[in-house]
């Protein structure tokens, strides 16, 4: 083969496996979707088995509040149980973005709460056994930056008055 047909294969097969990644990477972004959709349908309509299905079994979820480090189980089991018994809470993805490598991705998502606003998610997402489950999920407030010093200010005030008491 001469070196022009040799480059021309080259290029030609980089290419294709450029568009299959492509390809696999579309399948794979629809079921990551479908995955974290699924987890925010299943806590709107308090199904705990399936919101909790959406979790690896060394999965943590990390609220909002500081102190808030949830491993699935015992704790956020627990608490998922407690907190749907008086029915779920509802947060809708309204912006996302995810990055895929091998059976890990990554993500993050502005999700949307009729009674507390917009808030932003991100997470880490494995794949075994063919499905998506989610590994680590961390929630937080959304806060303009000039409300930074109120925020502040009224955290250090809280603080205060948890540690007095």
Same mark, same amino acid.
């Given at each position: ?6 480059? #021309?294969?080259?290029?030609? *097969?980089?290419?294709?496996? *450029?568009?299959?990644? #492509?390809? @696999? ?17 299943? #806590?709107? +309509? =308090?199904? =705990? ?8 079994? &060394? ?5 909002? $509040?500081?102190? &808030? ?5 015992? $704790? ?5 149980? =407690? ?6 809470? !509802?947060?809708? !993805? ?10 890990? =991705?990554?993500?993050? &998502?502005?999700?949307? *709460?009729?009674? +507390? ?9 494995? %794949?075994? $056994?063919?499905?998506? %489950? /989610?590994? @680590?999920?961390?929630? !937080?407030?959304?806060?303009? +930056? ?5 925020? /502040? ?8 008055? %948890? #540690?007095?008491?």
């Amino acid at each position: 083969m001469t070196k022009t047909v040799t480059a #021309a294969l080259v290029v030609m *097969s980089m290419l294709f496996a *450029s568009t299959l990644r #492509a390809e @696999h990477h579309e399948g794979e972004r629809a079921a990551i979707d479908t995955a974290l959709d699924g987890f925010h349908d299943a #806590a709107a +309509n =308090a199904d =705990a088995e399936r919101y909790l299905g959406y979790l690896t079994d &060394e999965a943590v979820f990390m609220g909002t $509040d500081e102190w &808030e480090r949830w491993p699935k189980h015992p $704790d956020f089991t627990d608490y998922v149980a =407690a907190r749907f018994a008086d029915g779920g809470w !509802s947060y809708r !993805s309204v912006e996302r973005q995810v990055q895929i490598a091998d059976d890990v =991705a990554w993500f993050d &998502e502005v999700v949307y *709460s009729e009674t +507390n606003g917009r808030f932003r998610g991100t997470g880490v997402l494995v %794949k075994a $056994d063919g499905n998506w %489950k /989610i590994a @680590h999920y961390a929630m !937080s407030f959304l806060v303009f +930056n000039e409300n930074w010093q109120d925020v /502040i200010e009224l955290t250090r005030r809280t603080r205060a008055e %948890k #540690a007095q008491n």
